[in-house]
């Protein structure tokens, strides 16, 4: 049910055609039936045993997602290596997927002691580079709710998501490669050409109303907030009001407008 408004915001971005942006009296129609038929052909195709796999693992990856968007959001690269930051999370969710696989298979043997000990010295490495060099974001407001204990409590978020993955059956996480692998092929072929962020600029496009052609333009007109209006409309049921500037409709049909 949630999926066509995911459709929606996606849509909303540029990441996905702007059909799945578009409404009919209010509803998704076009993003729920393609979400609804995927749905039932996934349900019938596949055993429910591998699709909870999926889907438990779909949940964790979003999670590992978003602690690394905390961290992305409050701190950043150092000047001198703008990537840095990006890197090291890249490395630092993959050292915890394998971490969880090496866990699970067992490290009752010297070669398995020896690369679970350099696994978590890797780790431990990578999370003091992130908060020693890795500078915190300018922010002039303070009054707003900060997540605590940034970086190191959305690392070892991570790290829990990523070792619970690695406890799933290998049906679960081969199909979890295999839907990562089919959104990643999807993001380059035509999300990384139409996002806005990507094109345009989130900067850039909170300055003007549209984005160029070519990145969803009409998507972008379709879900942006309209300004003030001087004319709005508020129905009732039971009583007549006027006021300047609004227009006032009851169950009859008699409605007035002053504007100034």
């Given at each position: 049910?949630?999926q066509p408004?995911l459709?929606?915001a996606?849509?909303a ?12 009296d ?8 393609v ?8 349900a ?7 699709l909870n796999?999926?889907?438990?693992a779909?949940?964790l990856v979003?999670f ?6 905390v ?7 150092p000047?001198n290596?703008?990537?840095?930051l990006?890197?090291?999370?890249v490395?630092f969710n993959?050292l915890s997927?394998?971490m ?5 298979v067992?490290?009752?043997t010297?070669?398995?002691k020896?690369m679970?000990a ?5 780790l431990?490495a990578i999370t003091?580079?992130?908060?020693k060099y890795?500078?915190?974001q300018?922010n002039?407001?303070d009054?707003?709710?900060?997540t605590p ?5 959305p690392?070892?978020?991570?790290f829990?998501?990523?070792y619970?993955i690695?406890q ?13 692998g089919l959104?990643?092929?999807?993001y380059f ?6 996002s806005?962020?990507n094109?345009v ?5 909170q ?9 969803g333009?009409e ?7 309209p300004?003030?209006d001087?004319d709005i409309s ?13 227009s ?13």
């Open positions: 049910m949630a408004r459709q929606f996606m849509a971005d540029g990441l996905l055609p702007p059909r799945f942006a578009h409404m009919d209010g509803n998704l129609t076009y993003g729920t039936l979400a609804g038929s995927l749905s039932v052909a996934i019938t195709c596949i055993p429910f045993t591998y796999d999926l889907i438990s779909g949940i979003a590992s997602m978003t602690d690394a968007s961290i992305l959001l409050r701190q950043t690269s000047a290596r703008p990537l840095l990006e890197k090291l999370l490395a993959v997927f394998t969880g696989l090496l866990l699970e067992g490290t009752e010297l070669m398995g020896a679970s350099l696994n978590i010295l890797t431990v003091f580079i992130i908060a890795c500078p915190r300018p002039g407001d009054s707003f709710f900060e204990l940034v970086p190191y409590l690392l070892f978020a991570q829990l998501n990523w619970l690695g799933l059956e290998a049906q679960g996480i081969l199909m979890l490669l295999g839907y990562l959104a990643i092929v999807f072929v035509y999300g990384a050409n139409h806005f962020g094109t600029g989130w900067n850039e496009l300055e003007v109303v549209g984005a160029p052609t070519g990145v333009t998507v972008r007109s379709m879900v942006s907030t300004e003030r001087d508020v129905e009732t049921e039971d009583r007549y009001e006027e006021d300047d500037d609004i006032i409709g009851t169950p009859n049909g008699y409605s007035t407008t002053n504007n100034y």
